[in-house]
């Protein structure tokens, strides 16, 4: 069932995006040649602890951290680690969410270690792009299709796939909630938009195919051809007064 929130609901959500956006501003500060995934983990997790939050994934299904943290090929679901080293051109996707009062965010970027080639950056900016295309779609009276074919029409013009295994989520007082939300669709179809949804709207997006592998840790998730892939994520709140990003505190990051 997707569940519907009120005006102090909402403000609650708030809080928890903004605190969810600030440790992403955290981890973003610290990507660096040299840098481990452990560090930046720790970094984000004391941010949002020094807020009077929770970190969201910590414990999640038995998650290990606070973020995951994923490298160039992997995809999502990255486990930091102090053996993971971030060098020169890598790209690296940090997911992370916070809970505040019972209520969750959650978010994710895809960050350039130094310099990068042009296609990462292109990749990277493609990932962005295709998500405020989706945030387009995303309106009163419209349908769930409409933000997945928004996202993947983009994707596709720019001659990158859309991954289909993983998906955007409803959220709320829990991570993941009704209803999904696919990052790709046929516009009309599925449930229709209605305000007082909240949701989690992430674009996973492929150099080569959007096929993708699990690795044996259990978490890690790879491309399936070993091409770059990016991520970019935001937790939404769609109102009669239009769309609110609740974790986005910097604009244009
Ligand atoms: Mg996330
Ligand atoms: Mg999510």
Redesign the pocket.
Known sequence: MIQLKNSAQLAAMKDAGRITGEALLVARDMVRPGVSTYEIDMALRRHIERCGAKPAFLGYNGFPASACISINDEVIHGIPSKKRILKEGDIVKIDTGATYHGYVG?SARTIPVGHVSEEAMRLIQTTRDSFFAGIEALKVGNRLGDIGSAIDTLVRANGFSTVKRYV??GIGTNMHEAPDVPNFGTPGRGIRLCAGMTL?I?PMVNVGTFEVKEMPDGWTVKTLDGSLSAHY?NTVALTSEGVLILTEVEKGF
């Open positions: 959650d955007g989520h989690a992430e994520e």
